[in-house]
Protein backbone atom coordinates (compact mmCIF):
# COMPACT_ATOMS: atom_id res chain seq x y z
CA UNK A 1 0.00 0.00 0.00
CA UNK A 2 0.83 3.32 -0.42
CA UNK A 3 0.65 6.30 2.02
CA UNK A 4 -0.41 9.45 0.51
CA UNK A 5 -1.68 12.85 2.23
CA UNK A 6 -4.94 14.58 0.83
CA UNK A 7 -6.55 18.04 1.72
CA UNK A 8 -10.50 17.74 2.08
CA UNK A 9 -13.19 20.41 3.28
CA UNK A 10 -13.79 20.13 7.63
CA UNK A 11 -17.06 19.00 6.95
CA UNK A 12 -16.08 15.98 4.97
CA UNK A 13 -13.31 15.32 7.63
CA UNK A 14 -16.47 14.91 10.37
CA UNK A 15 -18.28 12.82 8.27
CA UNK A 16 -15.61 10.54 7.24
CA UNK A 17 -14.65 10.01 10.97
CA UNK A 18 -18.23 9.95 11.59
CA UNK A 19 -19.21 7.42 9.00
CA UNK A 20 -15.74 5.04 10.03
CA UNK A 21 -16.85 5.00 13.32
CA UNK A 22 -20.82 3.43 12.83
CA UNK A 23 -19.04 1.25 10.18
CA UNK A 24 -15.92 -0.01 12.51
CA UNK A 25 -13.48 0.92 10.46
CA UNK A 26 -10.68 3.33 9.95
CA UNK A 27 -11.06 6.72 7.99
CA UNK A 28 -8.48 4.86 5.46
CA UNK A 29 -10.43 1.43 5.36
CA UNK A 30 -13.42 3.68 4.43
CA UNK A 31 -11.25 6.03 1.67
CA UNK A 32 -10.01 2.97 0.29
CA UNK A 33 -13.57 1.33 -0.04
CA UNK A 34 -15.18 4.28 -1.63
CA UNK A 35 -12.68 5.08 -3.88
CA UNK A 36 -13.01 1.32 -5.11
CA UNK A 37 -16.65 1.88 -5.42
CA UNK A 38 -16.11 4.90 -7.59
CA UNK A 39 -13.78 2.82 -9.51
CA UNK A 40 -16.72 0.12 -10.52
CA UNK A 41 -19.27 3.17 -11.21
CA UNK A 42 -17.07 4.20 -13.64
CA UNK A 43 -16.35 0.87 -15.38
CA UNK A 44 -20.29 0.12 -15.08
CA UNK A 45 -21.65 3.43 -16.66
CA UNK A 46 -18.66 2.73 -19.48
CA UNK A 47 -20.03 -0.44 -19.91
CA UNK A 48 -23.94 0.92 -20.11
CA UNK A 49 -22.69 3.35 -22.43
CA UNK A 50 -21.27 0.73 -25.13
CA UNK A 51 -24.56 -1.38 -24.62
CA UNK A 52 -26.42 1.42 -25.01
CA UNK A 53 -24.78 2.36 -28.54
CA UNK A 54 -25.33 -0.78 -29.72
CA UNK A 55 -29.28 -0.37 -29.46
CA UNK A 56 -30.69 -0.28 -32.78
CA UNK A 57 -27.44 -0.98 -34.49
CA UNK A 58 -28.33 -4.75 -35.31
CA UNK A 59 -31.68 -6.12 -37.18
CA UNK A 60 -32.92 -9.12 -36.21
CA UNK A 61 -35.23 -9.35 -39.81
CA UNK A 62 -38.57 -9.87 -37.81
CA UNK A 63 -40.77 -7.01 -36.99
CA UNK A 64 -42.17 -8.44 -33.93
CA UNK A 65 -39.11 -8.99 -31.55
CA UNK A 66 -40.26 -6.37 -28.62
CA UNK A 67 -43.25 -8.27 -28.38
CA UNK A 68 -42.56 -11.74 -29.20
CA UNK A 69 -38.97 -11.78 -27.27
CA UNK A 70 -39.67 -14.73 -24.96
CA UNK A 71 -40.60 -16.94 -27.07
CA UNK A 72 -37.68 -16.22 -29.50
CA UNK A 73 -35.59 -17.20 -26.77
CA UNK A 74 -37.30 -19.62 -26.05
CA UNK A 75 -37.36 -21.47 -29.47
CA UNK A 76 -33.65 -20.92 -29.54
CA UNK A 77 -33.33 -22.42 -26.56
CA UNK A 78 -34.90 -25.70 -27.37
CA UNK A 79 -33.56 -25.77 -30.52
CA UNK A 80 -30.35 -24.11 -29.44
CA UNK A 81 -30.19 -21.86 -32.60
CA UNK A 82 -28.79 -18.71 -31.67
CA UNK A 83 -28.51 -17.12 -34.76
CA UNK A 84 -24.75 -17.02 -35.03
CA UNK A 85 -22.57 -16.18 -38.55
CA UNK A 86 -19.87 -18.11 -37.60
Do not use: P
Amino acid sequence: MIRTQIQIEDQQAEWLKAAAKERGVSVSRLIRDSINLYRLRGERNSLKKRALAAVGRFASGSSDISEQHDDYLADACETGDRHDDK
